[in-house]
């Protein structure tokens, strides 16, 4: 088939979807050339949504007076989240680096807008979160378009959707789903971050694999690849 991809194509997603990062930090001041960003974009737009509904937008933010108030959202909403922890490990939470949002060179939220094309979408009639989940692949073609364009990206979410959309002036029917840094990094590390602090480990491919039913961690059928997965085989 004309469409298929060559082994070296194939090699250069698997090192984009294994060395993404989701980064707090390492951000440079240098900007981010306006046909990198464009294509970055490109990359998210083209995603599968339900319904053909693509029911995203990106709100590109560089003012810094704006990402400040943003930035003040997050250390609200930060202490207020630590309280659901006691110490020690509430201590090592308020210690970890958890957003970049005043050093990356834009910021971005990612918006769900449930009324494009009207009320009836394909697909989400049954399941009405599809909408959301669409923009969650958008938001992940996203990761990797800037990761392969070696653009720095982290997740903030610990935000109130409220402050978003008052300093945004995002509409009451529209839903923030995400907000985004990005920036050129001096590094991207070996690990994620929070595996690295011993926040949380690893589940092996194993640990999240059931067949034909829930927590059926083996089947006969499905012999050769429960074999290969609890093997542990590198397949970068």
Not at 64 to 78: G, L
Not at 123 to 151: D, F, H, K, M
Not at 192 to 199: N, R
Request: one cysteine or more; charged letters at 25%; aromatic letters at 10%.
């Amino acid at each position: 088939m004309d469409e298929d991809f060559s082994q070296d194509e194939k090699n250069g997603f698997y090192k984009a979807v294994f060395s993404r990062r989701d980064v707090r930090s390492h951000f440079t001041s240098d900007p981010i050339d306006d046909k990198t960003l464009s294509r970055i974009l490109n990359a998210a737009h083209h995603a599968p949504s339900v319904g053909f509904s693509q029911p995203w937008n990106f709100i590109l933010v560089k003012n810094f007076e704006t990402r400040e108030k943003i930035k003040k959202s997050f250390d609200s909403e930060r202490i207020h989240s630590s309280d659901l922890i006691e110490d020690p490990k509430r201590s090592r939470y308020l210690s970890l680096r958890l957003e970049g949002i005043l050093d990356s060179a834009v910021n971005i939220c990612v918006t769900y807008d449930p009324s494009k094309f009207g009320p009836f979408v394909i697909g989400r009639s049954s399941i009405p979160e599809t909408g959301i989940y669409s923009v969650c692949c958008a938001i992940q073609n996203l990761w990797l378009a800037a990761r392969t364009e070696g653009i720095g990206l982290g997740w903030v979410s610990i935000l109130s959707n409220d402050d978003l959309k008052k300093t945004l002036e995002i509409p009451e029917h529209v839903v923030p789903v995400a907000y985004l840094c990005l920036g050129h990094v001096s590094e991207f590390a070996q690990k994620p971050d929070l595996e690295t602090a011993g926040w949380l480990p690893r589940l092996d491919l194993k640990d999240v694999v059931f067949y034909e039913k829930w927590d059926r961690i083996n089947d006969p059928s499905w012999h050769q690849i429960h074999e290969m997965i609890v093997s542990n085989l590198d397949y970068a």
